[in-house]
Each structure stands twice: as C-alpha cells, then as structure tokens.
C-alpha cells in the first residue's frame, strides 16, 4: 500500500508577523528551521524514497533540510504551491478593511464560489493538490513519497479525501512543520483510494507551533 507523508513547511517571517503569503514568499525564521531539522529527524528512518516539494522558497528550504537527512534528491512540482491569494497577499491580516476581510473569510468560512480577487478558488487549488498526489501513484513500486507543501493547500487535500468539499469550512489545524499521512488503499472492506492516517502530528517539534492562521 502506497504511503504518502504530507509535511508543511517551516515557520517563515511572515507567518510570525501574520502577512498573507500564498504564492508570494518569506524565508524561514530561526524557529522554522529548527523545525525543518526536527521533521527531518522524525522521517529519516521512515525510508522515504522521494521527496517532492512546491517550488516556493519556505517549501524548498523545508525540504533541503529533510531530503538531506533522508539521503534523496528533490523534485519540484508547482501543483502543491499554496492557494492565490491574489489582491492580498503580502497584506498583514490585521490591516485588511471590511471588505478585504470578507473575501478572506469566503475561503476560510465555506463559500463555493470564494476567491480573492485575482485569487484562486479552493476547488481549483483542491483539483491540481489531487493531480500532484495521484501522481504518486506512478512512481516505482516500494516508493514511500514525502511531499512538502502548505497550509490551506494540504488542509483542503486531506478535507476533501475525508469527503468534505474543497471550500468546507476549515475545521483542520495543520502547523508548521506538522506531518499527516495518506495511504492509498485498495481494500475490498473499505474504500478504495486514498485514506488517512494521521493529520497534523507535531510531537516531533520541541516548541509550539503555529497553525496556518498565523494564530
Ligand atoms: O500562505 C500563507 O500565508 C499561509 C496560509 O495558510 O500558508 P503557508 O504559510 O502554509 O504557506
């Protein structure tokens, strides 16, 4: 049975200072390295063949630290990038007036059609996450894959294997650094397809963390 480890990055400067990253970008804090490092540990005796990463820079540098420690190359793959967040990213979400704090809550309270303007939907973003994971599914038999992605993009994926839709209302807290898991079965009990294991496991890091609102 394929298992596939979804990590998310290290803490970055503008999770700290909540500012909206999406597919803009912020180097990982000193915190966030230590993090990367302490995911690194926890995985390198899982014998993770693979390690592919979105092609953002806080996802890259996450995934230098574990693909160092587990002994692997790493393959990029911009469908794991963090939802666009269009107009607002790099924005501080303190600062967002009325109207800007409604478009953010479209994604995060459950809305079918949300997107920031000059944004992307969840549905799109949850279309192309499915896309990279099923990918997976290609590589060489006894492949054990860690993918390293984000915080709204891997809260929806492991949403929407669940059976919630892509703009559910996000019930999910994944941290940075938290690792989850999903296993691709073909049981003739259960059902088929992807499952999951575990969601938002952080007993590896040494400090709290925080969760993907940057709260
Ligand atoms: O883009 C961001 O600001 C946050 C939103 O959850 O995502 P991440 O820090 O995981 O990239």
Not at 24 to 38: C, F, I, P, V
Not at 208 to 214: K, N, T
């Amino acid at each position: 049975m394929l298992q596939v480890y979804l990590v998310r990055h290290g803490e970055t400067q503008w999770n700290a200072q909540r500012r909206i990253q999406g597919q803009s970008d912020s180097a990982l804090t000193e915190k966030g390295e230590r993090q990367a490092e302490q995911v690194a540990e926890r995985v390198k005796t899982l014998g993770i063949t693979h390690v592919i990463a979105s092609d953002l820079g806080r996802t890259r540098r996450t995934a230098e630290i574990i693909a160092q420690a587990c002994g692997v190359d790493i393959t990029l793959d911009a469908r794991l990038r963090e939802l666009d967040m269009g107009v607002l990213e790099r924005r501080n979400l303190d600062t967002l007036n009325e109207e800007e704090e409604g478009w953010r809550r479209q994604l995060v309270n459950g809305t079918a059609d949300g997107r920031i303007p000059e944004g992307e939907s969840m549905s799109e973003m949850s279309e192309r996450m499915h896309a990279a994971l099923n990918a997976c599914l290609d590589l060489p038999a006894g492949s054990r894959p860690l993918l390293v992605s984000h915080g709204m993009a891997l809260g929806c994926l492991v949403s929407t294997i669940l059976g919630l839709p892509a703009w559910a209302e996000r019930r999910l807290r994944l941290r940075n650094c938290s690792i989850s898991r999903v296993d691709h079965q073909q049981s003739p009990w259960l059902a088929p397809g992807w499952v999951v294991e575990t969601a938002g496991d952080i007993s590896h890091l040494d400090a709290p963390a925080l969760d993907e609102l940057q709260r």
